[in-house]
T-cell receptor, first 113, second 113 residues
Framework: EAQVTQNPRYLITVTGKKLTVTCSQN?????MSWYRQDPGLGLRQIYY???????DKGDVPEGYKVSRKEKRNFPLILESPSPNQTSLYFC????????????FGPGTRLTVT | KNQVEQSPQSLIILEGKNCTLQ??????????LRWYKQDTGRGPVSLTI?????NTKSNGRYTATLDADTKQSSLHITASQLSDSASYIC????????????FGTGTRLTVIP
């Protein structure tokens, strides 16, 4: 089944404790991205990747890192999480950056206390 | 400034009734517009995509319209079902090399029996 998977789905952590949210897609998509979704603000792009070893900042990249060492994986790293990063996070992938449909993962709900 | 605005923010309707959700945008130059359905706790799923030359597109009980001149789109849901309860997100892509996406904040639809 074609899908985007994220892990973990739920995470509660404390300020400053490094964490990684994994994202994997099995559709051989070149383009992957991370979004956060907050009430009243909608989806905002954090980082995106056009292909392996190619990443770029989205609209809200502060406090986040990403890497794209393999085509299928695009982990999101929070080196020192803060409470304002409490949010719902979505990974998405598509064939390329353009008119192609993005397929979203199931989401990761992160709470930073 | 490129923006996407959706209305209403939330809507409650009786099962079996029709409803229409609105999306106004200022994104220019325009490439395409997608409507996504997002069930609670899950990632968005594409319903329809419309390009500049398309006025109407249907997907089952969902019908999207686009007026590129007034920069308005609507999503009409016919004979609503309880499973239509979800957030509906309008996403507009700009026609530039960057192919940026602009997300609306969504309309939360609740269908009650």
């Amino acid at each position: 089944e074609a899908q985007v998977t994220q892990n973990p789905r739920y995470l509660i952590t404390v300020t400053g404790k490094k964490l990684t949210v994994t994202c994997s897609q099995n559709m051989n998509h070149e383009y992957m991205s991370w979004y956060r979704q907050d009430p009243g603000l909608g989806l905002r792009q954090i980082y995106y990747s056009m292909n392996v070893e190619v990443t770029d900042k989205g609209d809200v990249p502060e406090g986040y890192k990403v890497s794209r060492k393999e085509k299928r994986n695009f982990p999101l790293i929070l080196e020192s999480p803060s409470p304002n990063q409490t949010s719902l996070y979505f990974c998405a992938s598509s064939t390329a950056r353009g008119a192609y449909e993005q397929y979203f993962g199931p989401g990761t709900r992160l709470t930073v206390t | 400034k490129n923006q996407v605005e959706q209305s209403p923010q939330s809507l409650i309707i009786l099962e079996g009734k029709n409803c229409t959700l609105q999306c106004n945008y200022t994104v220019s130059p325009f490439s395409n517009l997608r409507w996504y359905k997002q069930d609670t706790g899950r990632g968005p799923v594409s319903l329809t995509i419309m390009t500049f030359s398309e006025n109407t597109k249907s997907n089952g009980r969902y019908t999207a319209t686009l007026d590129a001149d007034t920069k308005q789109s609507s999503l009409h849901i016919t004979a609503s079902q309880l499973s239509d309860s979800a957030s509906y997100i309008c996403v507009v892509r700009e026609q530039t090399g960057a192919n940026n996406l602009f997300f609306g904040t969504g309309t939360r639809l609740t269908v009650i029996p």
